[in-house]
Every structure is written in structure tokens, then in C-alpha cells.
């Protein structure tokens, strides 16, 4: 059974930092690109970043470029989100996703054939 698990989440105030893991388990994802997606309330879910399998490929949204920083140890099967100068706007649940793609094509939901369950992330002001 595959499953993908987030945690690290929790409440910070806002110039905080805070990194969220993900443990993925029933299979091997070494070849999966590795990625977040976060949804706040009364919004559409929108990617963060995402990580390719040799971590040379690496996509981040505009909205947190500079701030966040993904990486992935394939060998635990784990993906990272190392989110610093976290703002109020940051609040929202956080879904660590894998799948397969490329380009411009891993800033969309299709190509992600794994979802975690999420995990809250809180940004005070």
C-alpha cells in the first residue's frame, strides 16, 4: 500500500521558519518527481515546489522562490520543505504529492499519481 505522510506542521509567527517532511513508504519513488501543493481556505489548491529524482531539477512557485527550499534523501524516501520568512499568506494545508513529469508540467495537480493527506501549516501575524 503506498502511502505518503506529512508532518512537521504546526503554528509559528510570521518571519519564522518551519520544515515539513514526507515519508513516502510502499514503493520505491526514486524516479518520481517529489513535490508539495498547499490549499488555504476558499482557494484552489496551487503547487509550491516540486523536485525531480537526481534533484537537478527544481521548481518552485513564484510566491516562494527565495524563501523555501525543497530537497529529498531518496535513500529514506523522504522529501523536505524548508520554508523560511514565512508570511500570514503561507497558512494553508500542505500536500506532499508524487508523480511523474516534466518542465512546466509539474507546476499542475494531473501529473501527481500520489497525494498525501496534509498537513496544517499556521502563519501568524
Known amino acids: 500500500q503506498v502511502q505518503l505522510v506529512e508532518s512537521g506542521g504546526g503554528l509559528v509567527q510570521a518571519g519564522d521558519s518551519l520544515r515539513v517532511s514526507c515519508q513516502a513508504s510502499g514503493r520505491t519513488f526514486t524516479y518520481y518527481v517529489l513535490g508539495w501543493f498547499r490549499q488555504a481556505p476558499g482557494k484552489e489548491r496551487e503547487f509550491v515546489s516540486g523536485i525531480g529524482s537526481s534533484s537537478s531539477s527544481i521548481y518552485y512557485a513564484d510566491s516562494v522562490k527565495g524563501r523555501f527550499t525543497i530537497s529529498r534523501d531518496n535513500a529514506k524516501n523522504t522529501v523536505y520543505l524548508q520554508m523560511n520568512s514565512l508570511k500570514p499568506e503561507d497558512t494553508a494545508v500542505y500536500y506532499c504529492?508524487?508523480?511523474?513529469?516534466?518542465?512546466?508540467?509539474?507546476?499542475?495537480?494531473?501529473?501527481?499519481?500520489?497525494w498525501g493527506q496534509g498537513i496544517q501549516v499556521t502563519v501568524s501575524s
Open positions: 504529492v508524487a508523480g511523474y513529469c516534466s518542465g512546466d508540467a509539474c507546476r499542475k495537480l494531473g501529473p501527481y499519481t500520489y
